[in-house]
């Protein structure tokens, strides 16, 4: 049995996205169901695990911690959304977990308070997969090795002060 974590936030841009991935339902100029959404698939998820999950398009079974089974696939470019097909069964088990009313935003400080901030995947070796929410914080962040968007930007101000202020003297 393989496990994979999938963050509900965006890895890249440290939080949860405003009109995309959990927010897809309450998108302007969408006409969509408020309980739509998709969990996001970042880059950094394929470059660890490499491409484990089905291709896109291709419905698989997905096993909700209630036992409620949903059809779901991989949509979007490259793979970076899972949704259920009904769009909007994903949703209502999403934000039943968060305690979120639908058509409400949800945000980094709904995750804190329902306590969990990724989701993990289980497949059964059948390309049949069951989901249910971790815990733990960090949790894709530590799987990927990856150091805090404070750190990138630490680094990223170290490296421009040792360019600029190192300059080889002419002579």
């Known amino acids: 049995m393989s496990r994979y974590t999938l963050p509900l936030c965006s890895f890249s841009r440290g939080g949860v996205q405003r009109l995309s991935g959990i927010n897809t339902g309450i998108s302007n100029g969408r006409h969509c169901n408020f309980d739509e959404v998709y969990i996001p698939i970042q880059q950094a998820f394929y470059d660890h695990y490499g491409y ?7 419905s698989f079974k997905l096993t ?72 733990t914080k960090n949790t894709f962040q530590r799987l990927m090795k990856k150091p805090s968007i404070f750190l990138n930007i630490f680094y990223f101000i170290v490296i421009y002060i040792c360019i600029y202020f190192l300059k080889p003297i002419k002579s």
Do not use: H
Request: hydrophobic share 30%; net charge positive; with cysteine.
């Open 52 to 58: 484990v999950l089905p291709y896109r398009n291709k």
């Open 64 to 135: 909700l911690p209630n036992g409620k089974v949903l059809s779901a696939k991989m949509c979007q470019d490259r793979g970076k959304a899972l949704q259920s097909n009904p769009n909007k069964e994903l949703g209502e088990w999403s934000f039943n977990k968060l305690n979120i009313s639908s058509g409400n935003t949800v945000t980094n400080q709904d995750l804190t308070k329902a306590g969990f901030y990724s989701v993990i995947l289980e497949e059964d070796g059948n390309c049949n997969f069951s989901m249910d929410v971790c815990k």
